[in-house]
């Protein structure tokens, strides 16, 4: 198998949505397993089909990486009233975990969201890997959420764009 270049990145529908649900469930299933929890423990474990269903029809936007015509990872975000983006439940497979899938989901989010002035997003203290993922990625530690010490809740501030890439020189 090879990297991250033989994955497309799009932007799911709705027929996606059983199959980002499995990534989530897997992804999120290994964090539980690594740190100890039981599955009722992890939000995105506990949801469903019908969740996905109803959070997208509220104007969530789900991202999916495919191999072939298979879902391998997803990541999904909302943009607030703030210009902030709420981003959630990157997920990838367990046989495409290392190849540049949840790095690359994440420009995938951020390019479909040009009028975005911050991204936020959250994820476990103990989460090693995703947080230094995110880190790369220039996102920086909030301030804690009293009462939540197991999370951290991470900021990546946006520029704003000046003129398209392609725009013609004067």
Do not use: N
Request: with cysteine; charged share 25%.
């Amino acid at each position: 198998m090879g990297g991250a270049s033989d994955i497309e990145y799009r932007e799911a529908t709705d027929v996606d949505l059983p199959h980002i649900l499995e990534v989530q469930h897997d992804g999120f299933g290994r964090v539980a397993r690594e740190l100890g929890l039981e599955s009722g423990d992890l939000p995105p474990l506990q949801e469903d089909l019908a969740d996905l269903r109803r959070i997208m029809s509220e104007g969530t936007r789900f991202f999916v990486a495919l191999e072939d015509t298979r879902v391998v990872g997803t990541v999904r975000g909302s943009l607030t009233t703030e210009c902030t983006v709420q981003v959630g439940r990157l997920a990838v497979s367990a046989d495409h975990v290392r190849r540049g899938i949840a790095r690359a989901l994440m420009g995938t989010l951020e390019r479909a969201y040009p009028s975005a002035r911050r991204l936020e997003l959250f994820t476990g203290r103990e989460a090693r890997a995703p947080l230094a993922l995110y880190r790369s990625l220039g996102y920086t530690e909030m301030p804690p959420v009293p009462d939540v010490p197991y999370l951290i809740w991470l900021e990546k501030p946006v520029a704003t764009p000046t003129a398209p890439d392609d725009a013609p020189l004067d």
